[in-house]
């Protein structure tokens, strides 16, 4: 009797955006673990393509500058005590808008109602209640005991002391924003994936290349393993990267026999999935992958179709952020066109032909 051990495929349940009213707490949960933003967060540090677009379109957004009204520009240049300009918050709210869908700014307010100072939050490190009127900021979620400084959300009308300017944007129907790219998910989870898969197959071939039978008795564990290591140190390594499969067998005329398995074409299979993938995570951003440094492939790109391609996305996604950020910042100061932003001025001549 053969005794072989297969290994189980792990499934993986992707963390879903949703909220959690939990008994006990002022706060609404955000994911069933309350770590969803964690989770997004981890996703962008992973993902090369998130990365490029969401860095790309936080490049699109801010432009060449941005310039502020009378309002706003006396304190341009020190906007809080540790030294930042205020470019240096839009910046900060800009990749939060773009990666979690939302962003908070603490506002410290002066004796005169006046802003005194402002800060980003970090925006994974937020949680609100249900009424959306307290905004609670942990560094630590999702650990026993949690403890969260409490703040009150910017309602327009207070401005003493200290509150959250909280931004949740225009799709969300809860309390928490919902990624623009939350449909691909999934998409950006697997390209991370197929790149793990190509870096294992490069250190150790990732699947096994070949099975070794030992048809002479079924040994105990403890001998199994010993065996399992001594092939391992013969034939194992960055220098011989292949893996194999162990099978003890009661006979075959006591013979050890080596089979070597096909690969599958698994590269090839990786290779189309990549490509869909790839194309999902771009058309949940609705952008054209060459406005991001991805260039079509086998076919060419002109320079009318590039500044058309810019056209449509600084139209439907750039300037819809800047409107937002401007709307907020009218509201922090009480003022109007509190920002304006000057667009890039785009190198066409070296767009592919």
């Known amino acids: 009797m053969e005794n072989i051990t297969f290994s189980q495929i ?13 008994k006990g707490k002022d706060y609404v949960s955000y994911g069933k673990d309350n770590l969803f933003p964690q989770y997004i967060w981890d996703l962008y ?11 790309g ?31 240096d918050v839009i910046k900060q709210i800009t990749s939060d808008y773009l990666i979690f869908g939302g962003f908070a700014i603490q506002i410290m307010f002066n004796k005169m109602g006046g802003v005194a100072e402002l800060y980003a939050l970090d925006f994974q490190r937020i949680r609100v209640n249900e009424d959306l009127t307290k905004v609670y900021y942990s560094d630590s ?9 409490e703040y009150d959300i910017f309602d327009g ?6 509150s959250i300017f909280y931004f949740k944007g225009h799709i969300t129907r809860g309390v928490y ?37 030992f048809n002479n008795g079924v040994p105990e564990e403890d001998v199994k393993k010993e065996i399992e290591k001594d092939i391992k140190n013969k034939f194992s390594g960055s220098e011989n990267a292949g893996r194999f499969i162990l099978s003890f067998n009661q006979s075959k005329e006591n013979a050890t026999t080596i089979e070597r398995l096909s690969s599958d074409d698994f590269d090839k299979k990786f290779e189309a999935l990549q490509k869909s993938t790839t194309k999902d995570i771009f058309i949940a951003w609705r952008a054209t992958p060459a406005l991001f440094g991805l260039n079509p492939e086998n076919n060419g790109f002109s320079k009318q179709e590039f500044l058309e391609a810019f056209e449509l996305y600084n139209k439907t996604m750039v300037s819809p952020i800047q409107d937002d950020l401007t709307r907020c910042f009218d509201k922090i100061y009480q003022t109007e066109k509190s920002i304006t932003f000057v667009p890039f001025k785009l190198e066409t001549e070296e767009v592919a032909q």
């Open 177 to 213: 924003p919902i990624p623009k790219y939350n449909g691909a998910l999934a998409a950006v989870e697997t390209s991370t994936e197929i790149s793990k898969f190509h870096l294992n197959n490069i250190l150790n071939n990732f699947a096994a290349s070949a099975v070794i039978s």
């Open 57 to 87: 379109t936080g490049d699109y957004v801010i432009g060449e500058k941005m310039l502020y009204n009378s309002m706003l520009e006396p304190n341009a240049r020190s906007i809080n005590k540790e030294g930042e300009y205020l470019d």
């Open 141 to 149: 979620w999702g650990k026993w005991g949690t403890k969260a400084l």
């Open 10 to 22: 792990e499934r993986k349940d992707l963390p879903l955006y949703e909220e959690v009213k939990a």
């Open 45 to 55: 540090l992973r993902s090369a393509v998130l990365q490029s677009i969401v860095n």
């Open 157 to 162: 009308k207070s401005r003493k002391g200290t």
